[in-house]
């Protein structure tokens, strides 16, 4: 029984082995099988991706010359799907080729239209328009005007006209060099001041140039498409004018292009457009919308010196190698939105009139906005953009670039807040990563104010929502949405069918969505809003220091002047206790210069003067002017009182730093005999007072000066405790201000 059971059992382990040994052989047949199949209909499958092309002959040409056709309104000679074989070795078909289209496309408008064809050879597409001279001629009127061929039409010699305009507007400034403007500023007619002039459509939809293509010093006065076009050799459209629409949508150049010095008077559309080679579009104008969104730069890409009035569209462009934009000059938005430039980008000098959008962009090397000149209403708007500051770096003009990004919410930028400031730290641009901590702190306590003011979807009842602005059924059905989830985020509200993208704008700002806040809850979120407030009035969020100083020299002003008049100005009757008239005099001409210097460093540093001013008068004006009321509404009668309340020691006459003390004498007789009052008959006198308030805010003081201990009105020494208690906070505002200002002061805020 043994002997046959394995027996058995090695019969079903060779069974096994000839199962999957045929299997094997059968999964390797059937592979062998497709992979013949599949070169088998390449040579199909390529036949009927290519289009049949037809060879052009001489009297195919006459033909189609003879018989144009009418498409969208105008005539068009119809060479598509045509090979044309322009190489040297055909030099004669290559000549009458060029001869009888020139006579013919220069005669009358007609449009060429060479789709899907096949171009064999260099294809000098300026020797197919008509040659005229551009020059000024005098007439009567105020305008000068060119002189043309008679025949073209009126609205042809417009277009004319329209070149000479931008020469004259734009030319003479950009490219005071390009032979447009230098022979269209000149007065007499020469073969350089000649230009050819493409009267007709051009279509060149899938075309094939397996040659160089020369359309240089050439005016196509209607629309180019030259969509899905290939061009396998170097092409050449130096100065050439679009008066029209023009399309180079998923063309693809494989050699260089050379656009330099032309001029786009309608939209230009480079979608999607591969570059292989350079990309040379220096000295360009574009007196419309250029959209070169999803286009690929596989080399340089130079676009130094480009004159962009519309908008300049390069979303989702890739950028392999080095894209300049040295000197350019943007009228209108640049978009660089999901954007990707693996090497350097220069934008140096140039000028922005609106913003740039790189939301979400990449930028993996450097970007130099260094000299870059930003109109008013201009920013570099960056939420959701990718920049690594250990592996790229982001340069500009110190103090001036950090203040040019805009961020809109701090909800997802935290990141790229940080990114940056750790970028400018690393190249000593204190300023510039102060900044952007300023910009985000300014971000968080937008969030605070929400926090506490904003509708919690999740929370609110109906009818406060139909107080914010929702309709009855769109708040019944926000109602049912948060039973079955709570909402995640306020977008979330767009998936409800009532409520729609126009509602959701109107309301997205005074919406918020997070858990239902205590009564402890908000007023911690409340003194955090206040704390935060304050810092970012008075310091900036300890970003700069001139603010803190203007702060500083106000409160001390006003501090000083409350002291000497405490002290000075006493009562009427029965003896009168008044200071004299020169002192009155001196302590009001100094407290209007110390005030106007204070006010002048606010307004030109704070970016909300009037707050910063509000919220220090807050501080610095109630507490003491009730006392001051109470002060002389209870009058004062007490001993000594033809003796200063101000003492001065007198071992001493020199400039101290006084962290240690406090306002008032201790209760010792030594130190009664070593601190001696004020005299008040000296006429320098009240610089004393400025000195106290010195000492109390800022620590600092030419003498020590300080309150008697005896006879002494506790609304006084109340006044001096106030203001030397905001002192304390004054001078570590001060501290911390300078530790973020001064490279090197406090290294611990570069590990932020």
């Known amino acids: 029984m043994h002997k046959l059971f394995f027996k058995r059992r090695g019969t079903q382990r060779l069974n096994a082995k000839v199962r999957r040994g045929v299997s094997l052989y059968s999964f390797a047949f059937i592979c062998v099988f497709l992979i013949l199949l599949l070169f088998l209909s390449l040579p199909a499958w390529a036949a009927q991706t290519q289009p049949e092309r037809t060879p052009l002959t001489l009297e195919l040409l006459q033909e189609r010359l003879r018989t144009p056709t009418l498409r969208e309104g105008n005539l068009t000679v119809d060479l598509q799907k045509m090979v044309i074989d322009l190489r040297p070795e055909n030099a004669s078909f290559r000549d009458a080729f060029y001869q009888l289209l020139r006579k013919e496309l220069g005669a009358k408008p007609l449009g060429l239209d060479l789709s899907y064809a096949l171009i064999l050879g260099d294809f000098v597409g300026s020797d197919l328009g008509l040659r005229t001279p551009l020059y000024v001629k005098a007439m009567s009127g105020d305008k000068p005007r060119g002189v ?56 060149l939809v899938q075309t094939r140039f397996n040659g160089e293509v020369k359309f240089s010093n050439t005016f196509f006065l209607q629309s180019v498409d030259a969509q899905g076009a290939t061009f396998f050799q170097p092409t050449n459209w130096t100065e050439s004018r679009f008066a029209r629409p023009v399309s180079f949508t998923s063309a693809n150049f494989r050699q260089p292009s050379n656009f330099q010095s ?89 000028e922005f009139n609106k913003s740039v959008n790189l939301q979400g962009a990449n930028i993996l090397n450097q970007a130099d906005f260094s000299d870059a000149i930003f109109a008013t209403e201009a920013c570099l708007s960056v939420p959701g953009l990718t920049f690594n500051s ?13 203040k040019m990004f805009c961020i809109p919410t701090l909800q997802g930028n935290q990141n790229i807040l940080r990114n940056l400031g750790q970028n400018f730290r690393q190249q000593q641009q204190v300023a510039d990563a102060n900044e952007l901590e300023y910009t985000k702190q300014r971000l968080r306590l937008r ?8 509708t919690n979807i999740n929370s609110a009842s109906v009818a406060s929502l139909i107080n914010l602005g929702f309709s009855a059924t769109q708040a019944q059905a926000i109602a049912q949405r948060r039973l079955l989830k709570s909402f995640r985020n306020s977008s979330e509200l767009l998936t409800i069918a009532d409520i729609d993208l126009e509602k959701y704008t109107q309301l997205s700002d005074r919406l918020i969505v997070g858990e239902t806040l205590s009564i402890l809850g908000w007023l911690l979120q409340a003194w955090s809003w206040l704390a935060l407030s304050v810092l970012l009035l008075l310091s900036g969020y300890g970003t700069n220091f001139w603010l803190v100083f203007g702060v500083g020299g106000l409160a001390i002003a006003y501090f000083g002047l409350l002291f000497w008049l405490v002290d000075r ?109 004020l005299l008040c008959d000296r006429r320098w006198n ?24 005896e006879h002494l009105p506790g609304i006084i020494s109340a006044l001096a405790w106030y203001q030397w208690s905001f002192g304390l906070i004054y001078i570590t505002l001060v501290l911390w201000t300078l530790s973020r200002t001064i490279p090197g002061l406090n290294l611990l805020i570069y590990l932020k």
């Open 390 to 402: 250990n592996q790229a770096k982001i340069l500009g003009n110190p103090g001036q670039i950090g």
């Open 262 to 350: 032309s001029i786009f008077f309608e939209k230009a559309n480079f979608k999607k457009i591969k570059f292989q080679e350079l990309a040379d579009f220096q000295g360009s104008i574009f007196e419309k919308t250029a959209n070169f969104n999803q286009a690929t730069f596989k080399l340089l890409a130079k676009f130094s010196s480009v004159q962009w009035q519309g908008n300049a569209d390069f979303s989702d462009v890739y950028f392999a190698n080095q894209a300049q934009f040295t000197k350019a000059d943007f009228n209108q938005f640049l978009l660089l939105t999901e954007a990707t430039f693996e090497q350097a980008l220069s934008f140096r000098e140039a």
């Open 686 to 709: 009240w610089l004393n007072y400025y000195d106290f308030s010195l000492n109390n805010l800022v620590k600092l003081g030419f003498n020590d000066i300080r309150l008697r201990d």
């Open 148 to 203: 043309y061929a008679p025949i073209f039409t009126a609205t042809e010699q417009e277009e004319l006209e329209r070149l000479r305009f931008v020469c004259l507007e734009s030319l003479a400034i950009a490219l005071p060099n390009s032979k447009d403007c230098r022979s269209l500023l000149g007065t007499e007619s020469t073969p350089a001041s000649e230009i050819a002039v493409f009267r007709g459509a051009l279509t």
């Open 569 to 677: 100005y006493r009562r009427l009757h029965p003896v009168p206790i008044i200071p004299t008239f020169y002192e009155t005099i001196s302590i009001l001409i100094s407290f209007s210069v110390l005030e106007f210097f204070s006010l002048l460093a606010i307004f030109r540093n704070a970016q909300q003067p009037w707050l910063t001013l509000g919220c220090l008068l807050i501080i610095i004006v109630p507490v003491p002017m009730a006392l001051l009321i109470r002060l002389y509404q209870q009058g004062r009668y007490h001993d000594l009182m033809d003796v200063s309340y101000f003492t001065e020691d007198g071992t001493f006459r020199q400039l101290r730093l006084l962290i240690g003390r406090l306002p008032v004498i201790p209760r010792n007789q030594t130190f009664r005999e070593r601190y001696m009052p």
């Open 447 to 454: 969030e605070f104010g929400r926090r506490l003011t904003a």
